[in-house]
């Protein structure tokens, strides 16, 4: 299965105690990309640009799913919790893997929550991630026009890839997890 959602939607947070409730594997795409290239997403964006990131988060997502491509066969079976980067519904190569996933689980959080979660980690680093033109934090308001724009469309493509939603809204993390996981029998995983 794989979690899916804007940035800090919690998909990594829930991703782990869903793992381990289910007794999965996990993986985290940022990272894989962060141990496969030395970068994280936000640097390996920022020295390369997008298309090293799309190349990046795709081949992470093979490797998670077990897939070679190349050889056009799936080498291995595995029962895994996926916890994809919150662009990757931008990226078309990684989305036509997402959707061979059986169970592509929606986290979906309040626009005014996730921006406060992202301008609390601007403060912290001096500026917006990569989605919100690196902008310095003291530039809030452009950032959450910014931010407005893309969490309608990003909202509405993982809307249309998901086959389960979960409105996170008022739930910490293992109330997530377990969610997800009472809803995954439906989906014959457990």
């Avoid at 601007?122 to 500026?127: F, H, I, K, P, V």
């Avoid at 026009?145 to 409105?167: G, H, K, Q, V, W």
Wanted: hydrophobic share 45%; with cysteine; aromatic share 8%.
């Amino acid at each position: 299965m794989i979690l899916l959602g804007l940035s800090r939607a919690g998909k990594t947070s829930v991703g782990r105690l869903l793992a381990e409730q289910l007794g999965f594997s996990f993986y985290d795409t940022d990272e894989l990309i962060r141990i496969r290239t030395g970068l994280t997403p936000r640097q390996l964006y920022r020295q390369s640009g997008v298309s090293a990131l799309h190349a990046a988060e795709a081949a992470a997502l093979r490797e998670c799913c077990g897939l070679d491509f190349a050889a056009g066969i799936e080498e291995k079976t595995i029962s895994a919790v996926i916890a994809a980067g919150g662009g990757i519904c931008d990226n078309a190569e990684a989305s036509a893997i997402i959707a061979a996933i059986p169970l592509r689980v929606f986290l979906y959080a309040e626009e005014a929550a996730l921006f406060e979660r992202l301008t609390h980690d601007a403060l912290q680093t001096g500026y917006y991630p990569a989605f919100l033109r690196f902008l310095p934090v003291d530039q809030k308001a452009e950032a959450q026009r910014l931010f407005a724009e893309l969490y309608a469309r990003r909202t509405e493509l993982y809307r249309n890839s998901s086959n389960l939603i979960i409105d996170t809204s008022g739930m910490d993390c293992a109330a997530v997890a377990e969610k997800i996981a009472e809803q995954s029998v439906y989906f014959h995983l457990t």
